[in-house]
């Protein structure tokens, strides 16, 4: 089985050196794709160095999905039969993909679109649940895409830039017939946004402090994939209505944070998608 493996830059610090290493003498080769505005020639340097990573100048910001697409593009035509999605603050446990492959060993090959790991952050160490379990739904860092799914389910949807890219693949992938399962104790540690938790009437609010533009691309796109799935989750809706109750309590630069959700509402409204160019 031939893995290749992608991870999307974004004004990363050399610091990210330490996160592939984790992982980086697992797979056959990375594509480092680099969605940064202002490039980190230090950072570049070091990554032309190893003869495992392909860098690739994406030229500006083009979005997750964009950038995911380039690196599954190169994975095909280089026959590889996974590809491990990452992102630039995602770190793999020593076993992380030893794990993830042992459950493809144990599944129905023809049937698997995305294998995941428990995503553990300083909340939650490990996962409730055990073995192979199938998901509705996961983070796109940390998996292992099957190309031969990605061929037949197409590419990830560019219009929605950032947020939920993930959550519409997954429900395009299961209407093409995939599953997606979770390898419960692979680990992936990941750095959720700014992540704190609070206690609000027994109940546990946990705040990622994610920076204006994600709630509007959070809102808008929310918005954007029910309507175009043709059914309402309330689930997804549950979490907008947490983001307001986040934001009102507990974090910083609310007007600023709410001005970009109500944006969110307008363009998802106008059927308005890309980038935000406001």
Known sequence: ???????????????????IDSYIDNVDK???????????????????????????????????AHALNVGANRAIKEGCDFLLTMDQ???ASEDMISLMLECIQELNLLEIGIISP????????ISNDKGCVEKNMVMTSGNLLSLEAYKKTGPFLEELFLDYVDNEYCLRL???????????E??????????????????????YNYPPIRF??????????????GYFDYLYFKELFKDVIRISLYEKNK?????????????AIKNKMGKYDR
Request: hydrophobic share 35%; net charge positive; with cysteine.
């Open 174 to 184: 299961q209407k093409n017939g995939y599953k997606i399962f979770q390898a419960s």
């Open 1 to 19: 089985m031939k893995l290749s493996a992608i991870i999307v830059l974004y004004n990363p610090g050399t610091d990210i050196l330490e996160n």
């Open 89 to 91: 603050d995602g770190k």
């Open 216 to 229: 509007y691309y959070r809102t808008r796109n929310v918005i954007i994939v029910n309507r175009r799935y």
């Open 30 to 64: 990375l594509y480092a794709v680099d969605n940064s505005e202002h490039k980190n020639t230090l950072l570049i340097t070091e990554l032309k160095q190893n003869k495992k990573i392909e860098y690739i100048d994406n030229e500006g910001n083009r979005g997750i």
């Open 118 to 125: 428990f995503h553990a952050s300083k909340f939650h160490a």
């Open 186 to 207: 692979a680990i992936l540690y990941h750095n959720l946004g700014e992540l704190a938790m609070y206690d609000l009437f027994g109940k546990k609010i946990y705040c």
């Open 255 to 267: 007007i600023k944070k709410f001005q970009h959700i109500y944006f969110g509402i307008v363009d």
